[in-house]
């Protein structure tokens, strides 16, 4: 059973930043799509940034241009960049993982969204105070 930590959760204050980290246990890790995603209590989980098995990236309009994603093929990590942080970046951020059996020819963005996701992590939480 594949397992996805992620570590590098806080508080901070908005303007902010913080930078999340995941650890998978997957076998052919590089092989696989991986994503954030985060969610608030009463809202569905949203995607936040992918980067797939090409080293092509995603993001949601929201994070555009203060967020940053990037994975360590060597290392079987992936990591998130979180700058100029808002109230609304709040929440609790998890990593995820799309199997390479859901690989056609092209990812999609997100790597499918919540419906393309294979593996999930437990999560940590992300408070940013105004």
């Known amino acids: 059973q594949a397992q996805l930590e992620e570590r590098g959760g806080g508080s901070v204050e908005v303007g902010g930043s913080l930078r999340l980290s995941c650890a998978p246990s997957l076998y052919s890790y590089g092989t696989y799509c991986m994503a954030w995603f985060r969610q608030v209590p009463g809202q569905e989980r949203e995607g936040v940034g992918s980067i797939d098995s090409a080293g092509s990236i995603s993001y949601s309009d929201s994070v555009k241009g203060r967020f940053t994603i990037w994975r360590d093929n060597a290392r079987s990590n992936m990591y998130l960049r979180m700058n100029n942080l808002k109230p609304e970046d709040s929440g609790m951020y998890y990593c995820?993982?799309?199997?390479?059996?859901?690989?056609?020819?092209?990812?999609?963005?997100?790597?499918?969204?919540?419906?393309?996701?294979?593996?999930w992590g437990k999560g940590t939480l992300v408070n940013i105070s105004s």
């Open positions: 995820a993982a799309a199997s390479p059996l859901r690989y056609h020819g092209n990812w999609l963005p997100l790597c499918g969204g919540t419906d393309g996701v294979d593996y």
